[in-house]
């Protein structure tokens, strides 16, 4: 569907505003397959960082001076285009972060109050490490029986197994949107659908989605999502939970400071509504001002136009990839996406990254945080390609001639 | 020889090598060629697991010097430690104590031993400067 007010998808005017990718390593080309770590900055963010600091910086919410008024209202500004971005109902639901990691902590610490001794809390086999860890503290320090949906060998959940698990015993369950080893997309609507049946919370780990896909949270009907602003061309160190109104109110704060309060007298405190109670302390403000700008500048773009783009670029690399004899596609999920990982037979993951890395190509090699998974296939680790919309077929050319020549240098 | 004389020995060798991948083609080759550990010895207290790559490592001391044998999962890695035996094996403790392994910044495989890489290199060169503090303690 053509947008007229939308910016024309160009594979090369995009690479245009991003700086990082013109630049050469070990004399070479950069070609950046490392999206699924951290993605590259757009000019407009990086113009948005030095905007800050140069000109608005103050701190925000208390100051009665302009630059204080300033600084705030940008970052609530930063809030609202936040809210639009996942088409969350209310502003009060976005609760800024450090990140991904983080905001699956804030809800286990305090949605974890709520819950008590034999409660079941369920995620899956391909979670990231940040949604398994703070699940397992959870579970021990209240004594919860942390359940695990299965997968196949493409690294898909296994949902007959998932339904047969689901009891009115299940109180949250906490799988991520697309997988960060495999590229899977779940199909989270499924998942939430059937968990609400049973009266079950559920929360959404969109880490490696919003930047490859539209997310909605209304839509999705999700209890909480959470996401980081560096893998979505914004700045570390800042990151989103969203969560429904009614059910962050119930839950007590998480950390306590300023910002957070309503009134404090040595006897009793009283705290702030939301989204305010889960901010303690000074925020990432310019994190917070330039994540609005990242999603400003993603916003330019017809996001199907994107994904169709970044399923297309998978899509290729499996294929060239899949000419090797002696390579092991981990993760072919029917729905999937920007993410081809591997093996090669008798060569450590590492050995190619390595060699990889002096060819100008910057992938990751290794368990990627997900050591379970990694134990699922028997494997060490992977070497992981993962893509952005600023990667081209022309630079896939290049990494599959890359691999060929390191797989025939270690053989 | 000495462990100086090695690393200078080992610099010159790749001196004659201008392009990244000639170099990792030589530690390819190293890696190929170190004998392996003896597989009686691939114990878990030998172990060093790095993020990347594992890396065993046995240590003894016999007539005052320190004897080392080493391997690792990864190729790349296993050429690397032939470089470091070849330096360090065979050395008195207080040689191996006190000796500046400048030779891996010189030839440009630093991130190699960088804390952040954990391929065990950096643990290994930490045990064998332990193991040889502790023989010279006694």
């Not at chain 2, 991948?21 to 114990?43: N, Q, R, S, V």
Request: some cysteine; aromatic content about 8%.
């Amino acid at each position: 569907m053509e947008n007229p007010s939308k910016r024309k998808f160009s594979v090369r005017d995009i690479r245009q505003d991003f700086p990082a990718l013109r630049q050469q390593v070990y004399g070479k080309n950069l070609i950046y397959f490392d999206n699924g770590a951290t993605s590259q900055k757009p000019q407009m963010v990086l113009d948005a960082i030095n905007q800050y600091y140069s000109k608005d910086n103050a701190n925000i919410h208390r100051g009665v001076h302009h630059l204080s008024q300033k600084a705030t209202n940008e970052y609530e500004e930063a809030r609202e285009i936040i809210r639009r971005f996942i088409n969350a109902e209310k502003k009060e639901e976005i609760i800024f972060t450090k990140g991904t990691t983080d905001g699956i902590n804030l809800v286990a610490h305090s949605f974890g109050e709520l819950l008590s001794a034999g409660d079941e809390i369920m995620i899956s086999a391909m979670e990231h490490h940040s949604n398994i860890v703070p699940w397992q503290m959870l579970a021990e320090r209240k004594k919860l029986v942390l359940k695990v949906i299965p997968i196949n060998k493409r690294g898909e959940l296994i949902m007959e197994d998932f339904q047969n698990m689901l009891s009115p015993k299940t109180k949250l369950v906490a799988v991520t949107h697309i997988s960060n080893s495999l590229g899977t997309i779940n199909p989270v609507e499924e998942i939430i659908e059937a968990a609400h049946a049973v009266g079950a919370k559920v929360l959404i780990d969109g880490a490696q989605s919003v930047q490859h896909t539209k997310v909605d949270v209304t839509a999705m009907n999700c209890d909480f999502f959470v996401f980081s602003g560096h893998k979505v061309f914004g700045p570390t160190g800042i990151g989103v939970l969203y969560g429904k109104e009614a059910i962050l109110d119930e839950m007590p704060p998480y950390q306590g400071g300023g910002d957070m309060i309503s009134k404090v007298t040595f006897e009793r405190t009283t705290y702030n509504e939301l989204p305010f109670k889960f901010e303690a302390g000074t925020p990432h403000i310019a994190g917070g001002i330039c994540l609005g700008t990242a999603l400003n500048y993603l916003d330019q773009f017809n996001p199907h136009e994107l994904e169709e783009y970044e399923r297309e670029l998978t899509e290729y690399a499996q294929e060239m990839l899949e000419t090797f004899e002696n390579i092991r596609l981990i993760g072919t999920a029917k729905n999937k996406t920007s993410v081809v990982a591997f093996t090669v037979d008798g060569i450590h993951p590492f050995d190619i990254g390595t060699l990889l890395d002096k060819q100008g190509i910057a992938v990751r090699t290794g368990h990627h945080c997900t050591q379970p998974l990694m134990d699922f296939y028997q494997i060490p680790g992977t070497v992981r390609a993962s893509f952005a919309f600023y990667n081209t077929r022309e630079e896939i050319d290049q990494f599959i001639a890359a691999v060929e020549k390191s797989i025939s240098m270690l053989g | 020889m000495t462990i100086e004389q090695k690393q200078q020995e080992i610099i010159d060798e790749f001196a004659i090598y201008d392009d990244w991948m000639e170099k990792y083609e030589y530690i390819i080759e190293l890696g190929k060629e170190l004998p392996l550990i003896d597989p009686e010895k691939k114990t878990e207290d030998r172990l060093i697991e790095g993020c990347q790559s594992r890396v065993w490592l046995d240590a003894a001391i016999e007539n005052d010097k320190i004897q080392l044998t080493a391997d690792s999962d990864a190729i790349i890695t296993k050429g690397i430690i032939g470089l470091l035996i070849r330096v360090l094996d065979n050395e008195k403790p207080e040689d191996i104590v006190k000796s500046d392994l400048h030779f891996i910044s010189d030839i440009g495989l630093q991130e190699h031993l960088s804390p952040t890489r954990a391929n065990g290199l950096l643990s290994m060169v930490k045990k064998i400067k332990i193991l040889a503090l502790s023989a010279l303690a006694n």
